[in-house]
């Protein structure tokens, strides 16, 4: 049986990881009025966000896997600022970045939803990948699967403690069930061609479009003045995710982003990390790249690929890429060489 967990490797955990259960995000203060909310591990991955507060409101760079969560954020904002959601931006169409539009949209009526126009076409074209409307459909139909992968292995559990965490992981999948089967799409309400400068009160906030990478309409997010950039899942502090990505124009775009004077940047997944740590993202694709196409030309064949290119680059980039109990090098090292195979190489 194919589950859920196969679909979408790139955001669930592993099914008896252990999770928070408690809080969803952690707060940081990045810059003045500039804020991380950093995700705690859970079974069903929610994004970071970026928390932007203007003299006016305030600006929320993505929103989450749920509603709930985007709900447990909107609190904690409440908690620095009475000012309302003025705007949300989606960095990308993938479903951990967006299904939580429909709580902020509540709580602020007049709430602006920005994209770039190729999001907004992927959160509404069938089969775009791992997001959108009809990503919602499918998930409505294989998370009732996986749970009950996790009741069977709950009761083959050999100890307390993997019983504890399947446990906790079950009651996780059936709460975010239960939020799919009511989830109102939300989807943007203004959509960007190309670079825009928006004027909010007191902060000037630059939505920059440079190419395409994770996805074909990814958007970074960048403070001039503050020396940040909000990334989205173009650059994060685990192993980047190339399903709906384009590895070798992903290179040009990080490349075009490194050109701006910003010092920290918020990822879509993991800490808030320093502008070196592009250099180390952007190395790994280059090194993963070059090293499947010299297989490929010495004739190896995409299953021995797998098997040997891990160990090939793990010791420049395991440890920094397996910080975290999702998103860990050897999870995914795999697939990422069977799609820079299959989108580099093949069509080359």
């Known amino acids: ?103 902020y949209a509540t709580a602020s009526p007049t709430l602006e939803i920005i994209t770039s126009e190729r999001t907004k076409e992927n959160l509404t074209k069938p089969d775009a990948g791992r997001g959108g409307i009809s990503f919602i459909e499918k998930q409505r139909a294989t998370v009732p699967q996986e749970i009950e992968k996790l009741k069977d292995d709950l009761r083959q559990a050999s100890s307390s403690e993997q019983q504890a965490r399947l446990g906790a992981n079950l009651q996780q999948a059936e709460a975010y069930l239960e939020e799919l089967t009511t989830l109102k799409p939300t989807l943007p309400t203004r959509t960007v061609a190309s670079s825009v400068t928006l004027k909010e009160p007191g902060r000037e906030i630059q939505v920059l479009l440079l190419g395409r990478g994770h996805t074909d309409g990814d958007v970074f997010i960048y403070l001039p003045k503050e020396k940040v950039v909000a990334t989205g899942d173009a650059l994060i502090d685990w192993m980047p995710f190339m399903n709906d990505g384009y590895p070798d124009e992903w290179i040009q775009t990080l490349t075009a982003l490194e050109q701006y004077d910003f010092t920290q940047i918020i990822p879509g997944h993991g800490e808030v990390i320093p502008k070196a740590q592009l250099a180390f993202f952007r190395g790994y694709i280059m090194d993963l790249i070059a090293a499947v196409q010299k297989a490929a030309a010495e004739g190896a064949s995409l299953d021995e690929m797998k098997k040997v290119l891990g160990d090939q680059l793990a010791s420049k980039y395991e440890q920094g890429m397996s910080k975290y109990p999702a998103g860990r090098y050897r999870d995914s090292i795999g697939m990422n060489v069977e799609m820079v195979y299959q989108k580099v190489v093949k069509k080359g």
């Open 1 to 103: 049986m194919q589950t859920f967990a196969h679909l979408d490797f790139c955001c669930v955990m592993p099914a008896d990881a252990q999770t928070a259960n408690k809080e969803l995000f952690e707060l940081k203060q990045v810059a003045d009025g500039i804020y991380a909310a950093i995700a705690a591990p859970r079974y069903k991955l929610n994004s970071n966000a970026a928390v932007i507060v203007t003299n006016d409101g305030v600006v929320v760079v993505d929103s989450h896997s749920k509603p709930s969560a985007a709900q447990a954020l909107y609190k904690e904002i409440q908690g620095v600022t009475k000012q309302p959601i003025r705007k949300v931006i989606n960095t990308h169409f993938h479903w951990d970045h967006w299904q939580g539009n429909q709580a």
